[in-house]
């Protein structure tokens, strides 16, 4: 059974930085993409980041680019959402999920989220 579990949310002032954690069981890093995706209230879903095994390398959504960092510690199975100069409009609640065929869709699993909350 995979579980991903998201932590790391909270209450920050416009400006301010939060860094996100995911855990993952039953889910190694080698076999596919793991990310981020973000949903407001009465609003889509939104990618944030995603790593790939495939090539490892980061992809971001445009409005996030300079603002997030994703890391992973394979190791660990832990990947980590670095987010700097929050704004309101970043209020959302941050999703963890991951893909087995190493799509940034990640359609294969979510966690069950962790609440970031950008006051102004």
């Known amino acids: 059974e995979v579980q991903l579990q998201a932590s790391g949310g909270g209450l920050v002032q416009a400006g301010g930085s939060l860094r996100l954690t995911c855990a993952a069981s039953?889910?190694?890093?080698?076999?596919?993409?793991i990310g981020w995706f973000r949903q407001a209230p009465g609003a889509e879903r939104e990618g944030v980041a995603c790593?790939?095994?495939?090539?490892?390398?980061?992809y971001y959504t445009d409005y996030m680019k300079g603002r997030v960092t994703i890391s992973s510690d394979n190791a660990e199975n832990t990947v980590y959402l670095q987010m700097i100069s929050l704004e309101p409009e970043d209020t959302a609640v941050y999703y963890c999920a991951a893909d087995r065929e190493g799509l940034c869709s990640l359609d294969d699993y979510w966690g069950q989220g962790t609440q970031v909350t950008v006051s102004s």
């Open positions: 790593i790939r095994s495939s090539d490892s390398s980061p």
């Open positions: 039953g889910f190694t890093f080698d076999d596919g993409a």
